[in-house]
Nanobody
Framework: QVQLVESGGGLVQPGGSLSLSCEVSGRIFRVYDMGWFRQAPGNQRELVAT???????DYAHSVKGRFTISRDNVKKAVYLQMNSLKPEDTAVYYC???????????????WGQGTQVTVSS
């Protein structure tokens, strides 16, 4: 079964930095878009950043200039470098990937279990 595992979350002071990683394992034919979403208590899940297999990116307005998404298509991994963190960045961050697990199968979204990011003094 396809698995996405996030790591790198934790507690950081305002203005600090964190780097998140997500690795994909299991039977995989091809990985398309990959990205990060986040969800704070009482809020809906929102897009943070995405990157296509060709390198095109999309960022939420609230993180532009502070966060950078990158990926390694050989390792089937996606990363999120977060700088100048603010308390409003506090949320559970989820890795997402569009994957065809085997030739002929449908393309669909897969999700990681989430990693907690807390920005507080």
């Amino acid at each position: 079964q396809v698995q996405l595992v996030e790591s790198g979350g934790g507690l950081v002071q305002p203005g600090g930095s964190l780097s998140l990683s997500c690795e994909v394992s299991g039977r995989i034919f091809r990985v398309y878009d990959m990205g990060w979403f986040r969800q704070a208590p009482g809020n809906q899940r929102e897009l943070v950043a995405t990157m296509t297999s060709g390198g095109n990116t999309d960022y939420a307005h609230s993180v532009k200039g502070r966060f950078t998404i990158s990926r390694d298509n050989v390792k089937k991994a996606v990363y999120l470098q977060m700088n100048s963190l603010k308390p409003e960045d506090t949320a559970v961050y989820y890795c997402n990937a569009d994957i065809v697990p085997v030739a002929g199968a449908m393309r669909r979204d897969y999700w990681g279990q989430g990693t907690q990011v807390t920005v507080s003094s």
